[in-house]
């Protein structure tokens, strides 16, 4: 069913039919009836530029097999690509969030090196796809197959993850080299209304919020036992006995029993600033245990600059004065096992006690959902689609400038002290992702679109 390399996740529907309740799942059942309607025995492609890490490879594991238990023909396709093409698109996603990376406008060579880039993977999907399909194209990284799908009688929808609260002069020159591409594309799909640019105003447009699955490895239930072990496994608890933990740690020790855990889990991005969290919870918060929690960057091969930012993470930590270094761990979650992977992403925000995004742009952050999911107070930048997931002081806290370190630490040493009602906060959090953020929202939302066809 789906691309070889991406191994999915099950879904627990009857599980996740009694967390919904009668009335969702009768709702839920329906949109899917649509939607197989709509398709008529032909495809629902999804298409995007890796099968693991990210929350784009994270909704995917869980919408596939959702659709596949509702009987709903679905396909997964990575496309692959060099470090040319992958280097370009990192540019283009970070114009996209209205950075400048001091390279200047993507000119035509390079224009013509993305697309060529993409040339294998239009290849592919020409082969693969058939009249009457549904393509789902994710990012700019796959902007330039929807005119490689021109004449092929398939219906395109371009979703788009990323976005900027105002635009700037790098956001509007990315888009002028997306938008041209996305002229064959029946539909643009956005996580949060305000990431909509202005030119695509005449152009059919939705909003299509990520969601997180309860019942993956990521998300579900763990027993205290569980946590404790996978703590143990990343640095975070200590353990009896002799060596370190399997996982690549950067610390001096774990935390003392009774010190707090203050957690980030992140790619190593410039945009989720890990090193401004380092800064602001090193200088503003006086208690607790920081961990920074990010994928292991050997071998991450669609987006370059992760080694790098951590190797600045690694070198601000070395830098510390040792009474503050002693409170804080680079964690480097291995990739090569997404099981194991989801189980300790899960164990440390379920360890900690705030769960913080100081993202500088985000579109929507998978990790402030999950966070949620599971009662935990978040602490975050009130930037990108963060504002919509977190309503400020009831569900969670926003400090309205990403870079005020000092404002944001006060946040943080409010509720690890015990000062903001964080019980209240999480379960209110949680109950918010189960109204709004589970996957039966996209199934139904995607029924609508196909449905107003
Ligand atoms: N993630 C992970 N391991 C890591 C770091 C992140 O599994 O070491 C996951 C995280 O749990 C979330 C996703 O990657 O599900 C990140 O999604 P988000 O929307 O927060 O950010 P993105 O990476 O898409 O910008």
Known sequence: MLTPGVTPTTFELPRFEALLGPDR????????AVIREALDGRTLW????????????????????????LGVRVRWMVIGGDERFFALTKRLGLGLYGIDTGDGPLRAAERDAYLDGLGPAGDRLLELVEAGDVVV???????GLVPRLAGQSVEVYWRCHVGVDEPTEASERAWELIAPL??????????????????????????????????SPKNR????????????????????????????????????PDEKLLTQVSRWDRLKDMEGVLAAVTEFVPEGFLALVGPDPAGIADDIEQAMVFDRCHEAWRRLPPGRRRRVALVCLPMTDPGENALLVNAIQRASQVVMQKSLAEGFGLTVTEAMWKSR?????GVGGIRAQIDHGRTGLLVGDPHDLGGFGALVTSVAGGGADAELMGARAR????????PDQDVIRMARLLRAR
């Not at 999804?46 to 238990?69: C, D, I, R």
């Not at 194209?137 to 902007?143: I, K, R, S, Y």
């Not at 996305?182 to 105003?201: K, N, Q, T």
Request: charged residues 20%.
């Open 377 to 381: 107070p978040v602490v975050a930048a």
């Open 182 to 215: 996305l002229d064959g594309a029946h539909r643009l799909l956005f996580s949060v209304p305000w990431h909509i640019p202005e030119r695509f105003r005449d152009r059919p447009a939705s909003v299509l919020p990520p969601f997180i699955s309860p019942f």
């Open 137 to 143: 194209l994710h990012d700019h990284q796959t902007a």
């Open 25 to 32: 799942t009768a709702e839920l059942h329906a949109a899917a």
């Open 46 to 69: 999804h298409v995007n530029s890796t099968g693991k890490g990210g929350g784009v490879a994270e909704m995917l594991h869980t919408l596939l097999p959702l659709y596949a238990e």
């Open 431 to 438: 109950d918010r992702v189960r109204r709004d953020f589970l």
């Open 221 to 256: 239930e763990l027993e205290p036992e569980s946590v404790t072990a996978a703590l143990i496994r990343c640095g975070l608890r200590r353990a009896g006995g002799n060596g370190g933990p399997p996982v690549t740690v950067i610390a001096e020790t774990a935390p003392g």
